[in-house]
């Protein structure tokens, strides 16, 4: 694609809101370093040492179960959000998942409900 | 470190900017969610409801399985810093790093198959009870996931050695590890709703 | 356009095919059309086969105490008949029109991954042909296309095995399709063409794939559930093991509830771009229609429970799904409302692609209707498992979608044959389907009210059931007789020679039409640019002071932005042979889940080969 017709192309349908493949190109470059990714990495390693802890704490029921779904969670949303790198991405993809992984959770908990899954 | 160098791939001129690929891998991995959330849905439903052992807290080894989980959790931060490689056009670490990524995982698997072996020798098949029955099916579905990925690391390892990749190496391995780090979550839940909360008495 | 290739240059492990004619190319094609032209063929033959069953199904009903069909023979085929009209039929030919005509809506050359497109249809057709030879290795499955257990598990015959097998091999086309015509429409559209801009054809096909996305994994995970009960003896629906047969039902209706409107919305596409063409009017209030489309797809994944009001959920439960499906009665009123705005004061020409539209909407309607008395929780446990329910969802899916496919065969036959179906005998068909179909779907109402149960073989003659099931019947066979009717319309049509005197025979709005008749294989030679929903039209006729329509004259149609050069070397997809080698292995593994290890081995080997081969090849030669 030439140039003049990349720029025509802009002018067709940038104002409709449809993003510059040339800046869209350099913007999926932006990830987290290398040193970012262990220091994420040591806070994943220390977040599990703590749910195994909690695990065999002997904490009352409710409080442990809190505090472990508490724990999966962050651990859940560091990996996304900085490996899978939907912090730094168009927010479009994040659109996408969070419609399956809240949807999901959603629908289930409502299974889960419906089944009487929590009763007793 | 100093900042990713940038490479101008060869840009696809789609209508949102974005890649297909990623597009269809993010599409792909929220429609996973729905099916680890029905198996997990499965297993929640199913806790405590073995009419038989053995139970879960007779078979369990928490110990043995956090070493798994952070076998796992390891091999997402090769696979991160593997991308971070490729982007620098550093392709011979970026082979290292994803072949460290494969032993890892196969390492998990590796342990995950030595562990249903040893609940297989303790009693627990996959008809003796729900708890068999879920936990196999859960954690085998999963590790299926693991060694699809391992194998679409190797591939990529292969590959880039044969120079059969694009230029841009490091978007294949992007999405491959887009791939991994979703197993990787996926365990995340799996070892909290599995292992980590304790079973309440069997019933009856 | 000119798409920048990096990729260096290489020879593949074999010769890559290259022919795009004959019949082998047909096997290893990736071209969007050719595909949609394959789910087409198959689809229909598949209808044919359903049709057949549904037959089998009236005559053993024809009389009282019939011993035409066992109870056996008949629960097979009322299940198979399910089966192939739902994942066979319906869902297929839906894709084969948003296959074939998603890419040319939207301005593109083809859909957003070729060779996984040919990979989705492959493994549609070998699911579908999986499932069929049950009826040859030992019966065919038998427990209703819903397939509660423990019946679903427990049945000794193996019919229920290829059931789970079957449909987790249809659900993995359907998947991988979804997710390639949803990224399709994100991310081919042409220049100018917005996602307000779209047809609500591609709209409804974009909230399609979604709902198959995020609805067939839930019953991938059931269907396994189900295969590991069966063939491994685990207890996920075991009762005396803890097991819960209502998580089935869950799980099977959160798929199946949003797979009814997977059904009914591509029909509910077709509709909304046959009726302006033949109202000569743009669609009343787009922006609703695309909207209550979306809030279809939404609310259809929380009204599933509506299914099982005689299950024991309980009060709550009961009375929340019950407002909720009430509530989704809303989008789909708001649409049927604009339908009619569309055709009010329009001028209207019943053509046979207008009689078929305007047939569905009005049977679509009954079917609303009768829906609306059983979202009434009492009103439902009177109608459920009844004949009145086999009524109202025969009213939304053969009523609704069926008449509406119809109606899309009529319109873009000229597009895709360049040939156009005798209009006569169009309409002949229309008024010998509607007749025949209100004669056999009716009746079931009365039926249904008057104690007639589901899924029964036969009746005793006290019951005076037998009137109205024998009139059911005969509107059975007029059905059948249009579908005759219709099949020898389209022979005979293709016989004739290839040619349009005109190419845009409806006067049409969208801009599949402004490509030759079939559309090359490239579909545009300069990729378009879009300026306004039904760019086509606005192609065609302008306004003029006085707002009525002017044709613009031939020549000067040319659109100014048109006419550029990008440079003439298209680069298509190149035929391939992977999708097929990667399909062939699915069966392959299911068949070695009934009889032997070995086999899995041997086609997840020949699956992993063709993955490989995929990988490995580029997607255009050099």
């Known amino acids: 694609m030439t140039m003049e017709r990349l720029d025509e192309f802009h002018e067709e349908v940038g104002a409709q809101g449809i993003a510059d493949p040339r800046e869209a190109g350099h913007a999926r470059r932006r990830h987290p370093s290398a040193k970012e990714y262990v220091r994420i990495g040591i806070i994943l390693v220390v977040l599990t040492t703590l749910e195994v802890w909690t695990s065999y704490s002997g904490l009352p029921h409710g409080l442990l179960i809190g505090m472990l779904f508490g724990l999966a969670l962050v651990k859940f949303v560091l990996v996304v959000l900085w490996y899978m790198h939907l912090r730094f991405d168009d927010a479009r993809y994040s659109r996408f998942f969070i419609m399956g992984a809240a949807g999901a959770g959603i629908l289930f908990l409502v299974v889960l409900l419906l089944l009487k899954a929590f009763a007793g | 470190m100093a900042e990713t160098t940038?490479?101008?791939?060869?840009?696809?001129?789609?209508?949102?900017?974005?890649?297909?690929?990623?597009?269809?891998?993010?599409?792909?991995?929220?429609?996973?969610?729905?099916?680890?959330?029905?198996?997990?849905?499965?297993?929640?439903?199913?806790?405590?409801?073995?009419?038989?052992?053995?139970?879960?807290?007779?078979?369990?080894?928490?110990?043995?399985?956090?070493?798994?989980?952070?076998?796992?959790?390891?091999?997402?931060?090769?696979?991160?810093?593997?991308?971070?490689?490729?982007?620098?056009?550093?392709?011979?670490?970026?082979?290292?790093?994803?072949?460290?990524?494969?032993?890892?995982?196969?390492?998990?698997?590796?342990?995950?198959?030595?562990?249903?072996?040893?609940?297989?020798?303790?009693?627990?098949?996959?008809?003796?009870?729900?708890?068999?029955?879920?936990?196999?099916?859960?954690?085998?579905?999963?590790?299926?996931?693991?060694?699809?990925?391992?194998?679409?690391?190797?591939?990529?390892?292969?590959?880039?050695?044969?120079?059969?990749?694009?230029?841009?190496?490091?978007?294949?391995?992007?999405?491959?590890?887009?791939?991994?780090?979703?197993?990787?979550?996926?365990?995340?839940?799996?070892?909290?709703?599995?292992?980590?909360?304790?079973?309440?008495?069997?019933?009856? | 356009m000119v798409t920048a290739t990096s990729v260096p240059a290489r020879r593949g492990i074999i010769r890559r095919p290259t022919a795009i004619t004959g019949w082998w190319s047909w096997f290893t094609t990736v071209d969007h059309k050719k595909i949609g032209l394959l789910y087409g063929f198959s689809a229909f033959a598949f209808f044919l086969i359903g049709g057949i069953e549904a037959l089998l199904i009236r005559s053993q009903l024809a009389k009282p105490d019939n011993t035409l069909l066992n109870a056996d023979q008949y629960n097979q085929i009322f299940t198979m008949h399910g089966i192939t009209m739902i994942f066979l039929f319906v869902m297929p030919m839906s894709a084969a029109f948003f296959n074939y005509l998603i890419p040319l809506m939207i301005g593109a050359r083809d859909v957003a991954f070729p060779r996984l497109n040919a990979f989705?249809?492959?493994?549609?057709?070998?699911?579908?042909?999986?499932?069929?030879?049950?009826?040859?290795?030992?019966?065919?499955?038998?427990?209703?296309?819903?397939?509660?257990?423990?019946?679903?598990?427990?049945?000794?015959?193996?019919?229920?095995?290829?059931?789970?097998?079957?449909?987790?091999?249809?659900?993995?086309?359907?998947?991988?399709?979804?997710?390639?015509?949803?990224?399709?429409?994100?991310?081919?559209?042409?220049?100018?063409?917005?996602?307000?801009?779209?047809?609500?054809?591609?709209?409804?096909?974009?909230?399609?794939?979604?709902?198959?996305?995020?609805?067939?994994?839930?019953?991938?995970?059931?269907?396994?559930?189900?295969?590991?009960?069966?063939?491994?003896?685990?207890?996920?629906?075991?009762?005396?093991?803890?097991?819960?047969?209502?998580?089935?039902?869950?799980?099977?209706?959160?798929?199946?509830?949003?797979?009814?409107?997977?059904?009914?919305?591509?029909?509910?596409?077709?509709?909304?771009?046959?009726?302006?063409v033949f109202s000569r009017k743009p669609l009343f209030g787009y922006q609703f229609v695309v909207f209550s489309g979306i809030a279809i797809g939404f609310i259809g994944f929380g009204v599933w429970a509506h299914h099982m009001f005689a299950v024991g959920l309980g009060p709550v439960a009961n009375t929340a799904f019950g407002i909720t499906t009430a509530i989704i009665a809303v989008p789909t009123g708001i649409k049927i409302f604009n339908w009619m705005g569309t055709m009010y004061k329009g001028d209207i020409h019943f053509d046979s692609p207008m009689l078929f539209a305007v047939?569905?909407?009005?049977?679509?309607?009954?079917?609303?209707?009768?829906?609306?008395?059983?979202?009434?929780?009492?009103?439902?446990?009177?109608?459920?498992?009844?004949?009145?329910?086999?009524?109202?969802?025969?009213?939304?899916?053969?009523?609704?979608?069926?008449?509406?496919?119809?109606?899309?065969?009529?319109?873009?036959?000229?597009?895709?044959?360049?040939?156009?179906?005798?209009?006569?005998?169009?309409?002949?068909?229309?008024?010998?389907?509607?007749?025949?179909?209100?004669?056999?779907?009716?009746?079931?109402?009365?039926?249904?009210?008057?104690?007639?149960?589901?899924?029964?073989?036969?009746?005793?003659?006290?019951?005076?059931?037998?009137?109205?099931?024998?009139?059911?019947?005969?509107?059975?066979?007029?059905?059948?007789?249009?579908?005759?009717?219709?099949?020898?319309?389209?022979?005979?049509?293709?016989?004739?020679?290839?040619?349009?005197?005109?190419?845009?025979?409806?006067?049409?709005r969208t801009l599949e039409w402004t490509t030759s008749c079939p559309p090359p294989i490239y579909n545009f030679e300069e990729i378009p640019v879009v300026h306004s929903v039904d760019e086509f039209w606005h192609r065609k006729y302008v306004e003029d002071r006085e707002g009525r329509l002017v044709r613009v004259p031939a020549g000067a149609s040319d659109h100014p932005a048109d006419g550029h050069t990008e440079g003439h070397a298209i680069h298509l997809p190149s035929p391939s042979f992977w999708p097929l080698v990667a399909s062939v292995g699915l069966p392959v593994i299911a068949y070695g889940v009934l009889y032997s290890w070995w086999l899995v081995g041997a086609g997840a080997l020949v699956t992993v080969v063709g993955f490989m081969g995929w990988a490995m090849e580029p997607p255009v030669a050099e």
């Open chain 2, 6 to 204: 940038v490479h101008a791939a060869p840009v696809e001129r789609t209508s949102t900017g974005l890649p297909s690929v990623k597009l269809a891998m993010w599409l792909f991995l929220a429609s996973e969610c729905l099916l680890f959330g029905a198996l997990i849905t499965t297993y929640v439903l199913y806790r405590g409801a073995s009419t038989t052992g053995p139970y879960p807290n007779e078979i369990f080894d928490i110990r043995y399985t956090s070493v798994s989980s952070f076998v796992l959790l390891a091999s997402s931060l090769t696979m991160v810093l593997s991308l971070t490689a490729a982007e620098q056009r550093d392709f011979a670490r970026m082979r290292l790093w994803l072949v460290a990524t494969a032993m890892l995982g196969l390492t998990f698997v590796g342990g995950q198959v030595y562990e249903f072996t040893s609940f297989y020798h303790e009693g627990l098949t996959i008809k003796s009870n729900l708890f068999g029955t879920t936990f196999y099916v859960l954690t085998g579905f999963h590790g299926v996931h693991v060694t699809v990925g391992i194998l679409m690391l190797l591939s990529l390892v292969g590959m880039s050695w044969a120079g059969r990749l694009p230029d841009d190496q490091a978007f294949p391995v992007e999405m491959v590890g887009l791939y991994w780090h979703f197993v990787d979550i996926v365990w995340i839940v799996i070892f909290t709703v599995v292992y980590l909360i304790p079973q309440a008495k069997p019933a009856g």
């Open chain 3, 120 to 276: 989705s249809f492959w493994v549609f057709i070998l699911g579908g042909l999986f499932l069929y030879s049950s009826w040859f290795l030992g019966g065919a499955p038998n427990g209703g296309w819903f397939g509660y257990p423990p019946n679903s598990t427990t049945d000794p015959s193996i019919g229920m095995t290829f059931y789970a097998l079957g449909l987790v091999i249809t659900g993995i086309a359907s998947s991988a399709g979804a997710i390639n015509l949803a990224v399709t429409v994100v991310n081919m559209r042409a220049p100018g063409m917005t996602l307000f801009r779209m047809p609500v054809f591609v709209w409804m096909g974009l909230v399609v794939q979604f709902l198959l996305a995020f609805a067939l994994p839930i019953i991938t995970v059931a269907l396994f559930e189900m295969l590991f009960d069966r063939r491994w003896g685990t207890h996920f629906f075991d009762p005396t093991a803890g097991g819960q047969p209502l998580l089935w039902q869950n799980l099977f209706w959160l798929f199946g509830h949003p797979e009814v409107y997977i059904l009914i919305l591509p029909a509910f596409g077709i509709i909304s771009e046959i009726l302006p």
């Open chain 3, 359 to 508: 047939g569905a909407v009005a049977m679509f309607v009954i079917g609303g209707l009768s829906g609306v008395t059983h979202a009434v929780v009492p009103s439902d446990y009177q109608q459920t498992d009844t004949y009145y329910i086999v009524a109202h969802f025969h009213y939304v899916l053969f009523g609704g979608a069926v008449f509406g496919l119809f109606g899309a065969m009529y319109y873009w036959w000229p597009k895709v044959f360049a040939r156009q179906l005798d209009e006569l005998w169009g309409k002949v068909q229309f008024w010998i389907l509607l007749v025949g179909f209100n004669l056999a779907f009716g009746p079931m109402h009365i039926l249904g009210l008057g104690g007639m149960i589901r899924r029964e073989y036969t009746y005793p003659a006290s019951l005076g059931l037998t009137f109205w099931n024998q009139v059911s019947t005969v509107g059975a066979f007029l059905i059948a007789l249009s579908v005759l009717v219709f099949t020898v319309n389209a022979v005979k049509t293709q016989r004739k020679t290839k040619g349009l005197a005109d190419e845009d025979p409806w006067d049409a």
